[in-house]
């Protein structure tokens, strides 16, 4: 079967099963904004499988392609460590740009979680700012990304495993960002049920294809320099930990504007991608698909 066949049988797949459950969850009224219950939060996680499991099913028994070009080996392992520290450098300088340009306050003090902990368990003493802070440092760098890296592989798998791989005839750069948009589209349910973005479902829908695509970006030229679907699994994992947990450390902050899913995390993360292009990491030949 030729590969536009592969690929549109991916994507029927994957929206089609991806939508059938969060469209049914948007009718029944499901909001995924402040603490949502356990079952949703469960019900995204496993949807995160979906992806993969489309990639599988249209490798082992549409196209009968193999997974030859999968990228389930090690590869260059020195992209390791880079994979697992990008994404929480990328926050780091953004939270520095937003604290800098008065779009965010730093709290070390973690006042916000210590409320938060104390209207949970009242009855708790609540421990010093440091050493929460230590504990969430320390937790969110090791266990989440190990735990994280379970699911995001699911997703890995098939963006970055299978579609990206199939676009890459129309040139690195073109095939990241064309796999970013289809990424990004692939969250509009979510969003709006308010996931990334509570309190803007139509705006949050064409944010979240922009972050997508600067992540594509990120992650593809991680999959493609170290020849291995583990990097970018990794660090999915990292932006989904760590990354994310640094946002405990801020006060007064618009996510819209001050966090890597709002615009200056996008002007951090298109200025890295903007790097990568212009020293000549990504390639931009095209071909027919």
């Given at each position: 079967?030729?590969?536009?066949?592969?690929?549109?049988?991916?994507?029927?797949?994957?929206?089609?099963?991806?939508?059938?459950?969060?469209?049914?969850?948007?009718?029944?009224?499901?909001?995924?904004?402040?603490?949502?219950?356990?079952?949703?939060?469960?019900?995204?996680?496993?949807?995160?499988?979906?992806?993969?499991?489309?990639?599988?099913?249209?490798?082992?028994?549409?196209?009968?392609?193999?997974?030859?070009?999968?990228?389930?080996?090690?590869?260059?392992?020195?992209?390791?460590?880079?994979?697992?520290?990008?994404?929480?450098?990328?926050s780091v300088v953004t939270i520095s740009v937003a604290v800098a340009l008065r779009q965010a306050q730093f709290d070390f003090s973690l006042s916000q979680l210590m409320e938060i902990m104390a209207e949970r368990a009242p009855e708790k003493p609540l421990p010093s700012p440091g050493s929460l802070l230590f504990t969430i440092f320390v937790s969110s760098m090791t266990m989440a990304v190990i735990v994280n890296?379970?699911?995001?592989?699911?997703?890995?798998?098939?963006?970055?495993?299978?579609?990206?791989?199939?676009?890459?005839?129309?040139?690195?750069?073109?095939?990241?960002?064309?796999?970013?948009?289809?990424?990004?589209?692939?969250?509009?349910?979510?969003?709006?049920?308010?996931?990334?973005?509570?309190?803007?479902?139509?705006?949050?829908?064409?944010?979240?294809?922009?972050?997508?695509?600067?992540?594509?970006?990120?992650?593809?030229?991680?999959?493609?320099?170290?020849?291995?679907?583990?990097?970018?699994?990794?660090?999915?994992?990292?932006?989904?930990?760590?990354?994310?947990?640094?946002?405990?450390?801020?006060?007064?902050?618009?996510?819209?504007?001050?966090?890597?899913?709002?615009?200056?995390?996008?002007?951090?993360?298109?200025?890295?991608?903007?790097?990568?292009?212009?020293?000549?990491?990504?390639?931009?030949?095209?071909?027919?698909?």
């Amino acid at each position: 079967m030729p590969k536009r066949e592969g690929v549109l049988a991916f994507l029927v797949v994957t929206f089609g099963l991806t939508w059938a459950v969060e469209l049914g969850m948007l009718a029944k009224g499901v909001s995924l904004t402040g603490q949502p219950s356990p079952a949703p939060q469960i019900i995204v996680a496993l949807i995160m499988f979906i992806p993969g499991l489309s990639a599988f099913i249209v490798r082992k028994f549409i196209t009968r392609e193999g997974f030859g070009d999968a990228g389930l080996r090690f590869g260059r392992r020195s992209y390791y460590l880079i994979a697992w520290l990008l994404p929480v450098i990328l926050s780091v300088v953004t939270i520095s740009v937003a604290v800098a340009l008065r779009q965010a306050q730093f709290d070390f003090s973690l006042s916000q979680l210590m409320e938060i902990m104390a209207e949970r368990a009242p009855e708790k003493p609540l421990p010093s700012p440091g050493s929460l802070l230590f504990t969430i440092f320390v937790s969110s760098m090791t266990m989440a990304v190990i735990v994280n890296s379970i699911f995001t592989f699911g997703e890995e798998f098939g963006w970055r495993g299978y579609l990206l791989m199939r676009l890459l005839p129309k040139g690195e750069l073109q095939a990241m960002v064309l796999t970013g948009i289809i990424w990004g589209i692939w969250h509009t349910p979510l969003i709006l049920m308010g996931f990334n973005y509570p309190g803007h479902p139509v705006l949050g829908i064409g944010l979240m294809i922009v972050f997508c695509v600067l992540l594509s970006i990120i992650f593809g030229w991680l999959r493609l320099a170290s020849d291995s679907i583990f990097t970018p699994t990794i660090a999915h994992a990292s932006l989904n930990g760590p990354a994310m947990a640094l946002l405990v450390v801020l006060k007064g902050h618009n996510v819209i504007i001050s966090t890597l899913l709002g615009l200056i995390g996008f002007a951090v993360m298109g200025s890295f991608s903007a790097w990568l292009y212009f020293s000549g990491r990504l390639r931009t030949t095209t071909d027919d698909l």
